[in-house]
């Protein structure tokens, strides 16, 4: 059988960007948002793509994904298969930057996911990534991430359904959200949610499923997660971050952390893993 293996690339110099590479993977993930600009790619295997709106889209070996920030999604291999995969993650407000120089739109938060089907999208993605997880120096990973990034209009690939219009006032939303993103996330209930919307708990768990795709409880777990992968990147301690997420225990932290981000916490911050 195949050896599974998932290597994780960051650089201290370029924090504004993630990469993973998995081979050989059945890990599956619960839906989830990034508060970054994802691309995935799938290498081998059948998998399948779900987002915000209804139904799935079945990917194949060549496929892309393009997932703004915030869009809730997952993508998982078929039943009882594996799939091999890459997932680049870049920064919202550097990619803003960067599309605004160029002069291209198709990536900003709320957007619909878009999938690409081009071999040679994909090809140039590989070049990238092969190129980040290689030992060249950081400013040549930044000017080929640059240029990649400002290559590409995004916007001609199809998108993906999204979720129903919002039952919730947008900027009620996005303020109930930048809460989310900001507060201690060890003092957030769907209570205090409800409070600071002024909703009753059941009219914000109808309407914010609608909006997200997520149920509040999810996404104040989706929340605490990305925050967690935060603070594992700073250095910082699996039971402190277990402890300042609000978690009961470090073991549930790990089976949260691992079902969202498909490696343990440990591993996350190692950089790699194999098993």
């Known amino acids: 059988m195949p050896t599974t293996r998932t290597l994780l690339w960051r650089d201290p110099t370029l924090p504004w960007v993630e990469s993973r590479r998995a081979c050989h993977s059945r890990a599956c993930y619960k ?77 900003e938060a709320g957007e619909p996911a878009r999938i690409s089907r081009s071999p040679a999208l994909y090809r140039a993605f590989c070049e990238l990534n092969a190129l980040l997880f290689s030992a060249a120096a950081s400013t040549e990973k930044e000017a080929a991430l640059i240029t990649f990034m400002g290559d590409h209009d995004f916007s001609g690939h199809p998108p993906l359904p999204s979720a129903p219009a919002p039952a919730l006032a ?81 073991s549930h932290f790990q089976r949260v952390f691992k079902a969202h981000v498909g490696v343990t916490p440990g591993q996350y911050r190692q950089g790699s893993a194999a098993w």
């Open 31 to 107: 839906a989830h948002s990034h508060p970054t600009f994802s691309i995935g790619a799938v290498d081998a295997g059948r998998s399948h793509f779900t987002g915000a709106g209804d139904g799935q889209v079945h990917l194949t070996p060549g496929s892309l994904v393009l997932v703004p920030a915030q869009r809730v999604h997952a993508c998982n291999p078929e039943p009882g298969q594996a799939w091999s995969y890459q997932m680049l993650h870049v920064e919202e407000r550097w990619l803003a930057q960067v599309r605004l120089e160029s002069g291209l739109g198709g990536a």
């Open 170 to 250: 947008g900027t009620l939303l996005r303020e109930l959200i930048e809460h989310i993103e900001t507060a201690n996330p060890a003092q957030l209930s769907l209570q205090t949610l409800a409070q600071h919307a002024g909703l009753g708990r059941y009219q914000l768990i109808r309407a914010f499923r609608v909006v997200t795709g997520l149920t509040p409880h999810a996404y104040l777990l989706n929340a605490r997660v990305n925050r967690g992968r935060q603070w594992l990147r700073d250095g910082q301690p699996l039971a402190e971050v277990a402890y300042r997420l609000g978690f009961a225990d470090q």
